[in-house]
């Protein structure tokens, strides 16, 4: 069975960091594009950043570049977002998906994806 979980989210006060994992089960993510979106309550979906399957070639959301950094780790077939200085408005769950499509990256609407990991950044 094809599965991507996704871990390590929790509350952090604001300024603080954690760190992501997207594991991948099933399949190898060697050939895949992975991004990472969000989506707070009563928002709509955000993309957040995004990976080439090579790792050479990524792109953040104005609003989190600087902040966050996306990194995969094919050997260990898992994709992380390491995110710091975190801000109340990153509050979100935090969904990783995986395609064999740049267009995942571009729009978000194909890959299948993982259960989200709840982000709440408060003090």
């Known amino acids: 069975q094809l599965q991507l979980v996704e871990s390590g989210g929790g509350l952090v006060q604001p300024g603080g960091s954690l760190r992501l994992s997207c594991a991948a089960s099933?399949?190898?993510?060697?050939?895949?594009?992975i991004g990472w979106f969000r989506q707070a309550p009563g928002k709509e979906r955000e993309g957040v950043s995004c990976i080439s399957s090579s790792g050479v070639s990524t792109n953040y959301a104005d609003s989190v570049k600087g902040r966050f950094t996306i990194s995969r780790d094919n050997a260990k077939n898992t994709v992380y977002l390491q995110m710091n200085s975190l801000k109340p408005e990153d509050t979100a769950v935090y969904y990783c998906?995986?395609?064999?499509?740049?267009?995942?990256?571009?729009?978000?609407?194909?890959?299948?994806w993982g259960q989200g990991t709840q982000v709440t950044v408060s003090s």
């Open positions: 998906a995986a395609a064999l499509e740049f267009r995942l990256c571009q729009f978000g609407d194909v890959g299948f």
């Open positions: 099933g399949f190898t993510l060697d050939y895949y594009y």
